[in-house]
């Protein structure tokens, strides 16, 4: 994951990933048919990686924070994070979904199926956020979770061009305080 992310799909040979993990090159086929495969894999660990990052968070130090500043903690917490490796790794699904999206099948539905995953995940806290009065209830949990993503993503690329976290933490702010303000009573 790390290589990936740091050198992207194009820049990250199968010997560089092994020489990483010290283990000879004959033995990678014997598990993976293909590079393809491999990310492909990759793409499934990341997810199921992040998502169960994402749970303990809201199950634990997160979880007497609203869902609203739950999402806000999570997006400061990534975008920090991402910062922290001098922007060098980025969010791999959206990293992916640009280099290679286009390419390969087999990584693109494995790109697709994390990203709904991640729309799931942000449907379910836009949700619980609209129950509770904090973002607008006018567009579903659902339509309003996909804005997010796309957002988030577009906001992630920006953060990678300037090396600057201020830029994408102004725009996910903006979404969340603003944007997704809940409706006026009157």
């Known amino acids: 994951m790390e290589q990936i992310s740091h050198f992207g799909y194009h820049g990250t040979g199968i010997k560089q990933i092994l020489d990483e993990v010290k283990v000879p090159k004959g033995s990678f086929y014997n598990f993976f048919a293909s590079k393809e495969a491999f990310v492909a894999e990759v793409i499934q660990a990341y997810i199921a990686d992040t998502q169960q990052q994402q749970q303990a968070f809201i199950t ?38 640009i280099e290679i999206g286009a390419e390969s099948e087999e990584c693109r539905a494995e790109l697709k199926n994390a990203s709904q995953q991640w729309i799931d995940f942000f449907t379910d806290l836009i949700s619980q956020a609209q129950d509770a009065g904090d973002i607008r209830n006018d567009l579903s949990a659902a339509q309003l979770a996909r804005i997010y993503w796309a957002t988030w993503e577009g906001a992630l690329i920006k953060l990678q061009m300037n090396k600057d976290i201020a830029p994408a933490i102004e725009t996910m702010a903006l979404m969340l305080d603003d944007l997704m303000r809940p409706n006026s009573a009157g």
């Open 60 to 97: 634990g130090a997160g979880k007497d924070l609203s869902a609203k500043e739950q999402l806000r903690t999570i997006y400061e917490y990534s975008v920090s994070k991402i910062a922290a490796t001098d922007f060098r790794s980025s969010c791999l699904i959206g990293s992916l979904s």
